[in-house]
């Protein structure tokens, strides 16, 4: 496989001293991801390097050949590689960044960058906004209207549009907000962004994830992360969504001043295993014990829930859940 790999000064790596031209070997035996064996990024990518030689500006290069061992998402393992030749210019560096990350740290770590000219090529180069956010972040110079505009094109979920809004200093958090409503097709986004970005329309957002929101989860989210919520409205999302009763008794958990009477009716209609009957007793101050004690009984058919509310909830009735489990899991043998 060809690939690129990050070295020290002088072509070193942990110490060792590679050569160009010359071919290095080991026994398959030997090689271990992370630990033994010769590394080297998984798709011809500086920007994988990152992370392992964080200094792009003292780091050195070279194309290589490997014989792949083992991978993971950013970097090979091999048994045997080849120092092709080392990468000198500023040109041939660039020319194996395919993301547009390495190209990001170099601006905002070298000096007399041209940082319009590494814009260019950040935003050529990224395909979801990332790099260009990072580079708004980090890159002193880098204009961050232009950088936002191709941020808000290329971002397909509202995630780096949110990242944008909340970390760098000049962004137009109204505009980034219209963008993350547009394309959060579940609300997560909504959600993180009415938390963490100052100026966000809060009460905008939480419509918008009422509407999104299908389980309850970011409903119940938002309640707990943002004190100004409507609880009342957001309980009421929650009990509408949520299908088997975990997000109404993660509510009744996490949630001051909600209905925990009406929350605990919701999940023992809706629990068909008696999984969030016992997490409701379990967790939350106020529960019934005995109402959904009943509950469990009768709809664990495994005998894994009475056994579970036996264990972990005060007050419940151990005998009772004991034969009950026993009774079920005779039952079951005998099916």
């Not at 936002?148 to 962004?171: L, Q, R």
């Not at 905008?204 to 004190?227: N, P």
């Amino acid at each position: 496989m060809i690939t690129v790999k990050a070295f020290d000064k002088g072509l070193i790596c942990h110490g060792f001293q590679y050569e160009v031209g010359k071919t290095y070997t080991m026994s398959t035996e030997e090689v271990a991801m992370c630990e033994s064996g010769f590394h080297a990024s998984a798709h011809c990518d500086l920007s994988e390097t990152i992370n392992y030689y964080p200094d792009v500006v003292n780091s050195e290069y070279a194309l290589v050949d490997i014989n792949v061992v083992d991978s993971t998402d950013d970097k090979v393992v091999g048994n045997r590689i080849t120092i092709i030749k080392k990468l000198k210019t500023l040109d041939e560096l660039i020319e194996y960044d395919k993301t547009g990350e390495w190209c990001t740290v170099f601006a905002a770590t070298g000096k007399n960058v041209d940082v319009k000219r590494f814009e260019d090529l950040v935003i050529e180069k990224d395909t979801t906004g990332e790099a260009c956010c990072y580079f708004a972040k980090q890159v002193k110079g880098a204009n961050i209207k232009r950088l936002e505009d191709v941020v808000i094109e290329k971002d397909a979920t509202g995630h780096w549009c949110t990242y944008f809004a909340e970390n760098v200093d000049g962004a137009n958090i109204k505009r980034l907000e219209d963008a993350v409503i547009e394309k959060d097709n579940i609300g997560h986004w909504c959600a993180y962004f009415a938390e963490n970005v100052d100026g966000a329309n809060i009460k905008r957002l939480e419509d918008i994830l009422i509407k999104k929101d299908k389980t309850g989860k970011l409903c119940t989210y938002l309640a707990k992360w943002i004190h100004s919520m409507n609880i009342k409205r957001l309980e009421d999302a929650v009990i509408e969504k949520d299908s088997t009763g975990e997000w109404c008794a993660c509510f009744a958990r996490s949630i001051d001043n909600a209905d925990v009477k009406r929350l605990e009716d919701a999940v023992i209609e809706k629990d068909s295993t008696g999984q969030w009957c016992t997490y409701f007793a379990r967790w939350v101050k106020g529960a019934d014990i005995k109402r959904l004690e009943d509950a469990v009984t009768e709809k664990d058919e495994t005998g894994k829930w009475c056994s579970q509310f036996a264990e972990y909830v005060q007050g419940a009735n151990v005998e009772r859940l004991t034969k009950c489990r026993q009774r079920k899991n005779i039952s079951k043998i005998s099916s």
